[in-house]
């Protein structure tokens, strides 16, 4: 069964402190994994996209590695800030299909001051 | 703002009512879709639209009927919903095509609350 599943379900961290969330996945075929942020309420946002040749991408703070051998994922926000409070979501995308997402239940992160 | 917006964000509604959530994206993208995420669970996507066609039904109950008139609109029409169908309701759209991937770019969503 294809499943993406996250850790920790919940983190709380102080401000200005590093952090990696974990994702790891069993859909095959793959085609690309996804980082999403999402603030409490509103729609997710992405911040990295990476096909199974990519070993990593950055985007800002965010650092998002990947490992398709072992299907293991990384999210590493580096010198977290309050606004980095929200949940992050990894999807999987199936090759047959650019739409066919995966969805993992998500991280809640709260950065406090 | 990612280009694609919702109306309305919040609706509270009865078992008998009949309501419509509205997406409009204004990014010239040619697949829209419409999302489910119910509390502590992953998003569960409901229905696609490719170039105004519809591509995808995941098993979605009749009391959910989806429209749409055009590219940039999609419409989610609800009639008598159970109290578990509360949840927020995602709209995204995409430029779909060759050279996958591409970025689905989500609206702030609709709370929908059932009573």
């Known amino acids: 069964k294809n499943q993406v599943e996250q850790s920790p379900q919940s983190l709380i961290i102080l401000e200005g402190k590093n952090c990696t969330l974990q994702c790891n996945y069993t859909v095959s075929p793959f085609s690309n994994l996804r980082w999403y942020k999402q603030d409490t309420g509103r729609g997710p946002v992405s911040l990295t996209i990476?096909?199974?040749?990519?070993n990593t991408k950055s985007n800002g703070r965010y650092t998002a590695t990947l490992d398709a051998d072992t299907k293991q994922s990384s999210l590493h926000i580096t010198a977290s800030q309050l606004s980095d409070s929200a949940s992050y979501i990894c999807?999987?995308?199936?090759?047959?299909?650019?739409?066919?997402?995966?969805f993992g239940s998500g991280t809640r992160l709260l950065v406090r001051p | 703002e990612t280009g694609v917006t919702q109306t309305p964000r919040h609706l509270v509604m009865g078992m008998t009512n009949k309501k419509s959530l509205k997406c409009e994206q204004h990014l010239g993208h040619n697949a829209m879709y419409w999302y489910k995420q119910s509390a502590k669970k992953p998003l569960e996507l409901m229905f696609v639209?490719?170039?105004?066609?519809?591509?995808e039904n995941n098993s979605v109950p009749s009391r959910f009927s989806p429209e749409c008139p055009n590219s940039s609109h999609l419409f989610l029409h609800l009639h008598t919903l159970q109290p578990e169908d509360s949840a927020l309701y995602l709209c995204?759209?995409?430029?779909?095509?060759?050279?996958?991937?591409?970025?689905?770019?989500f609206g702030p969503g609709t709370r929908l609350t059932v009573t």
């Open positions: 999807v999987v995308n199936w090759v047959d299909s650019s739409y066919k997402l995966i």
């Open positions: 995204a759209s995409s430029q779909e095509g060759q050279g996958n991937p591409y970025e689905q770019y």
């Open positions: 639209y490719n170039f105004k066609e519809q591509t």
């Open positions: 990476m096909t199974f040749s990519e």
